[in-house]
């Protein structure tokens, strides 16, 4: 999250789960940064930062980055997408550009939380558009979403690394 920071397009921002902000220095850099938090406990607060969002992309051609999961999860495989950001980018009637991270599983132990040496490889999908969508077609977009982003992330999560280790979901490599 913070190394995107430097690659993000101009008039782009990142909303992530509150609890980030209260990881010391991390969350200081997010907050400096121009993160938006979000409280997952307070659905009316989430509801109402996702509103202003949504306005704010609207009025000054804001762009905004959101992850679905809510959580990456290690079980090699994606979590149910959460819906907010399906209900902004309806809101605002932009495209949603879903962007695939392969696993870390080759190189990142789940039980210690350390990383050895390896490669993350990105995709980035074709634009989904929402215009014309209304707040009844949410789960359809989600589920649209959700299975192009799986497939992909099967795909790219499978290919060689650069440490050699090829991967696949929900197999950890020999230590």
Same mark, same amino acid.
């Given at each position: ?25 991390? #969350?200081?850099?997010?907050?400096? #940064? ?9 659905? &009316? ?24 999961? #809510? ?13 907010? +950001?399906?209900?902004? +980018? ?26 050895? &040496? ?8 074709? +634009? ?36 050699? +280790?090829?991967?696949?979901? #929900? ?5």
């Amino acid at each position: 999250m913070m190394g995107l920071m430097e690659v993000l397009p101009k008039r782009c921002v990142q909303i992530a789960k509150q609890e980030l902000l209260f990881l010391g220095p991390v #969350g200081l850099i997010m907050y400096l #940064g121009g993160v938006l938090f979000i409280n997952r406990q307070r659905s &009316s607060t989430a509801v109402s930062v996702m509103a202003d969002v949504g306005q704010r992309m609207v009025k000054e051609n804001l762009k905004v980055w959101i992850y679905p999961e #809510g959580t990456r999860n290690d079980n090699g495989d994606l979590l149910p997408f959460k819906k907010g +950001a399906f209900y902004l +980018a309806i809101q605002a009637q932009v495209p949603i550009i879903p962007v695939v991270y392969s696993s870390f599983s080759s190189f990142y132990n789940t039980r210690t939380k350390l990383f050895t &040496s390896g490669t993350v490889t990105v995709q980035v999908l074709d +634009a989904i558009p929402t215009s014309g969508l209304t707040k009844d077609d949410v789960p359809k977009l989600v589920d649209t979403c959700h299975q192009a982003m799986r497939s992909t992330f099967f795909h790219i999560s499978k290919m060689p690394q650069e440490n050699g +280790a090829t991967t696949e979901p #929900g197999v950890q490599p020999a230590q």
